[in-house]
């Protein structure tokens, strides 16, 4: 099995990807733990918000210091890329394929010749997952669409090829 996915169709720019590299990507969101767009959007502000008010008040009280070693931060964060399920948001891809003006739904191609469509704004909304337990979807790729709402969570949208715009 190939693992490119395109988008393409009324776009301006032809896309390909090859998901293999996303697990890479600092976009990626933990599938296992993903509530949906909203609650990740959402979380993510409020996570931000707070470790910053923590720095604040830190250097306030006890003045800035030298960072120490980050190696235990480093190995945790490796062994969850070894062992994590992942997926990307997937706006930014149709962004940078620049969707005509009279584009407003998105096909998605499987690999078994169904297609499922969806409205332009919804498919924006979109998480591709690329991995399962620390490997690429090999069986049931090259990819899988959860819608943002969580919806699918547990039934995703699998061996999706491709999109194309409408």
Do not use: C
């Not at 069986?139 to 039934?155: I, M």
């Amino acid at each position: 099995m190939e693992f490119i996915v395109l988008i393409h169709g009324k776009t301006k720019h032809q896309i390909t990807i090859d998901p293999t590299v996303w697990i890479f990507d600092d976009r990626k969101i933990d599938l296992k733990t993903w509530e949906g767009e909203e609650k990740r959007k959402q979380d993510d502000l409020e996570a931000y918000t707070k470790s910053i008010s923590k720095q604040w008040d830190k250097e306030m009280i006890e003045g800035a210091q030298i960072p120490r070693s980050q190696t235990n931060k480093v190995r945790n964060k490796k062994e969850a890329l070894i062992n994590g399920t992942f997926g990307i948001p997937f706006g930014s891809f149709i962004e940078n394929a620049d969707p005509n003006e009279d584009a407003s739904k998105v096909a998605i191609e499987t690999i078994n010749g169904d297609e499922y469509i969806v409205a332009l704004e919804e498919a924006k909304n979109f998480v591709i997952g690329f991995s399962k337990d620390g490997a690429p979807l090999r069986e049931t790729g090259p990819v899988h669409v959860y819608y943002g709402d969580a919806r699918n969570k547990e039934n995703p949208i699998t061996g999706v090829k491709g999109f194309r715009l409408l």
